[in-house]
């Protein structure tokens, strides 16, 4: 168990392109969250998976964001038409939960977004 | 709406000190909360959680204090050491959500430890 995988580490792009990251969990979880960290800010939740439904979608997850998480394993998280407020660190983490209970969430390294 | 507040962005201790890092919050209805640490191009870590119907929680060197009624909470690690040096958030689960995941993250604090 290699914990949490992103990939790219790092995306450099110019405004107006789309870009796609991905996000390979631990692989016995049942859950899959993203979260975007910009400088000096701590994480906050955009959206997340059990399984591979979508239960929740955070208001800061504009229609240029989708992500999917098809077979319940991997994710992708996909901005459209990229602006340069979307410059920010992409984070995946998951975790293992049944219900509305306490759960530890285990990060990637995340992948650093550069629009330019 | 900055639910959960950390005010000092930075804190800097010698080694072998205490370093105790605060944090406030607004929303009464949080009953759980976590203290993650970040090293530089790593994701957050988990460190250390407290439920609300305690008052300290401890793991080695890291407590975690929480004064519900001044809704005020504190990390203290003692005793410093240099590898502690990263940036602290404390988060809370959010308030009658479907998931304990979905947390709100203070701004995080830099702690530097010197040897």
Known sequence: DTGVSQDPRHKITKRGQNVTFRCDPI?????????????????????????????????????????????????????????????????????????????????????????? | DQQVKQNSPSLSVQEGRISIL????????????????????????FLISISSIKDKNEDGRFTVFLNKSAKHLSLHIVPSQPGDSAVYFCAAPNAGGTSYGKLTFGQGTILTVHP
Not at chain 1, 81 to 91: C, H, I, N, P, V
């Open chain 2, 22 to 45: 605060n944090c406030d919050y607004t929303n009464s209805m949080f009953d759980y909360f976590l203290w993650y640490k970040k090293y530089p191009a790593e994701g957050p870590t």
């Open chain 1, 27 to 116: 692989s016995e979880h049942n859950r899959l969250y993203w979260y975007r960290q910009t400088l000096g800010q701590g994480p906050e939740f955009l959206t997340y998976f059990q399984n591979e439904a979508q239960l929740e979608k955070s208001r800061l997850l504009s229609d240029r964001f989708s992500a999917e998480r098809p077979k319940g394993s991997f994710s992708t998280l996909e901005i459209q038409r990229t602006e340069q407020g979307d410059s920010a660190m992409y984070l995946c983490a998951s975790s293992f939960a049944v219900g509305a209970t306490n759960e530890k969430l285990f990060f990637g390294s995340g992948t650093q977004l550069s629009v330019l």
